[in-house]
């Protein structure tokens, strides 16, 4: 709502000040370049997950024709300091995502990101990712984009994903969520500290971890701190939830140098590798 998609960009108001805004492909590109993004990529449109076939195919072609203009214009200010990406789309549809993998592992990009709609569940994205995967390249870095829970992770790595992004580590921190081995808590990959069982547990988050909001904080305290309407619990878990993805995905890397990965993927998914 209150976006205008057209050939030349991206039109939309400013929710500051209401200003009009138009975001091209070249326009994106200058914005990353200024923040100084190690990765960026190319202006894309993601459509929803409810949108029919030509509708989705006239905003991939849109979409591969943005890249298009974003690569121009990242190689126009290139100095080797950064990498572009680009992205593939074509929402659930299997020769869409063929075509707009062929047409990102064509392009001379640094890396590959699958994106767009993965469908309305976790089998349908697990598939739609998998049908643009076997058509990208594998002397190149591939990405999955807004995917970050535990078992997407497995699921990802185990199909040739190197790396994700998703907001669920601090979005989940701010409803109580804390991450956690599935296999000691019944296959759940979180806590929710809200829960009355938590309010007299002395033991930390996660005494294993390294930093001090899982090993230093009982659960009791953050529990304290949500019922309390205190903000300190949810950065508490913010902390906590990126600590523990980042040694989670450690931990992917140590299975995959040491030909454990089969069995770690059973562990945290309780399923066998594909």
Aim: net charge negative; glycine share 10%.
């Amino acid at each position: 709502p209150g976006v205008k998609i057209t050939e030349e960009g991206a039109r939309f108001h400013s929710y500051v000040n209401g200003e009009k805004i138009l975001l091209t492909p070249e326009h994106s590109i200058q914005v990353q370049r200024q923040l100084g993004a190690d990765l960026i990529v190319v202006l894309d449109e993601c459509t929803p997950f409810h949108v029919d076939k030509d509708c989705t195919a006239r905003s991939m072609q849109l979409s591969h024709r943005w890249a298009i203009r974003s690569r121009e214009e990242f190689e126009r200010g290139d100095d080797g300091s950064q990498a572009l990406y680009g992205i593939v789309q074509g929402g659930v549809y299997e020769d869409l995502r063929r075509e707009s993998a062929q047409f990102v592992a064509d392009q001379p990009f640094f890396g590959q990101a699958i994106g767009g709609s993965l469908g309305s569940d976790k089998s349908q994205m697990r598939e739609v990712a998998g049908w643009a995967r076997r058509h990208l390249r594998d002397d190149r870095p591939t990405h999955l984009l807004g995917i970050g829970g535990l078992r997407d992770i497995w699921e990802g790595v185990a199909m040739g994903i190197d790396t994700f992004d998703c907001v669920h580590p601090t979005r989940l921190a701010r409803h109580a969520g804390a991450l956690c081995r599935p296999w000691e808590n019944e296959g759940r990959e979180h806590l929710n500290l809200k829960n009355a069982r938590f309010r007299e547990d002395l033991t930390p988050v996660d005494e294993r971890l390294s930093v001090p909001a899982s090993n230093q904080f009982s659960r009791a305290y953050i529990h304290h701190l949500f019922k309390a309407g205190e903000t300190l619990g949810g950065q508490l878990l913010a902390i906590h939830n990126i600590a523990f993805l980042s040694w989670m995905v450690g931990e992917i890397r140590h299975s995959i140098r040491t030909g454990t990965f089969a069995e770690e993927f059973k562990r945290w998914t309780g399923n066998s590798a594909r």
